[in-house]
């Protein structure tokens, strides 16, 4: 089979680049067009050809592609593929757009209505997905995310220290939604020694950078490191951190969780929504409903507890995941020949 991934490429974690080593080690041919890229990439002016014709178009994040083409041009290269024989299969990390700019719902939408198969992964996260993306296709499969390390379970990591200095990490592009500055200003007012707080990533709002680099300036105990940072980068400063802060209103699968989770960091966040295979991760501090003030507080009462250390969390390895893929990949493409006028059919995959 000839897949296309979206995004082709990611620079700042692996998780890509693994779906595309394990997927051609099953037999499938990955394409590369310059479609659409995760990473300091420009887009093109106008989307590439794209040839051969994928029979698999695997979406894993439809915002980037209107990031690069706007909700209607995006919707365009969708079609388009369609049109040439190739069927949408989607990986939905996120239930709904981060940020509801105008349009974004209905583009989801459509999207989803152009989808033949979908990945979730877990039972929990399939049922709140489908409670606010109604037009998702009933063909389904279901795994955790794979393993980076691919042995078939988190890296581990040294807990977190029971004395001396604990630092805790926001990273990834800092957009509204992650609230890193509203973070921040309460790190900052509860800031004393023996607790840093490390802010990493390329800032999206430069009112937000703004602040940030104020934070920095005032709070003796708050490093900011704005850019973007590529995949080495991006691991070697979650891996020199104590802790992972994700102080966002609403947590899916972000991929800072899921590469905390791989580098085996505890997490401070709310309960995450939709993916209840973490809830069982003692490695995972909640706060619900979220409060900055009360989760700064909660971190610090509990950072140097040595309890907060990664469980043994079992994530299926790369291997199984694309033997998993590349036949649901099949039972998408033997429906489609199946179903005619884009209708649907019942079935899973798990």
Avoid at 181 to 189: C, H, N, Q, S, V
Avoid at 282 to 288: A, I, K
Avoid at 324 to 349: C, E, I, K, W
């Amino acid at each position: 089979m000839k897949i296309l991934q979206i995004p082709e490429i990611c620079s700042w974690n692996t998780y890509i680049e693994l779906a595309e080593q394990h997927l051609a080690a099953n037999g499938n041919v990955v394409l590369r067009p310059g479609l659409c890229r995760d990473g300091a990439w420009e887009p093109p002016t106008h989307p590439p050809t794209v040839e051969p014709t994928p029979d698999i178009v695997h979406v894993h994040w439809p915002e980037m592609l209107a990031d690069w083409y706007g909700f209607d041009g995006a919707v365009a290269v969708l079609r388009d593929l369609r049109r040439g024989g190739a069927q949408l299969v989607q990986t939905v990390h996120d239930l709904h757009p981060h940020e509801m700019r105008i349009g974004a719902r209905e583009y989801f939408h459509e999207v989803d209505a152009m989808t033949s198969g979908v990945h979730f992964f877990s039972e929990e996260h399939e049922r709140q997905a489908r409670a606010v993306r109604p037009y998702l296709p009933t063909l389904s499969t279901r795994f955790l995310h794979p393993a980076f390390a691919d042995e078939g379970g988190a890296d581990r990591s040294s807990p977190p220290k029971s004395e001396g200095e604990v630092t805790i990490g926001c990273f990834g592009r800092i957009r509204p939604y992650k609230r890193y500055a509203e973070f921040g200003r309460a790190f900052a007012d509860a800031a004393v020694d023996g607790y840093r707080l490390l802010i990493a990533g390329a800032p999206l709002d430069d009112g937000i950078h703004q602040e940030m680099l104020r934070l920095a300036r005032t709070c003796p105990h708050i490093t900011y490191e704005p850019g973007f940072h590529d995949g080495p980068r991006f691991s070697s400063l979650i891996e020199g951190v104590d802790w992972v802060a994700l102080p966002y209103r609403e947590v899916y699968s972000s991929g800072v969780l899921v590469q905390a989770l791989q580098a085996g960091k505890p997490v401070l966040a709310p309960k995450p929504i939709g993916v209840d295979a973490y809830e069982l991760w003692p490695g995972l501090l909640t706060v619900s409903p979220w409060s900055d003030n009360v989760a700064v507080r909660r971190w610090m009462d509990e950072a140097h507890d040595p309890k907060w250390r990664n469980s043994d969390v079992i994530l299926p390895s790369w291997e199984a995941a694309a033997r998993q893929l590349t036949a649901f990949y099949r039972d998408t493409l033997n429906l489609s020949h199946l179903v005619s006028g884009g209708g649907r059919s019942a079935g899973s995959h798990s």
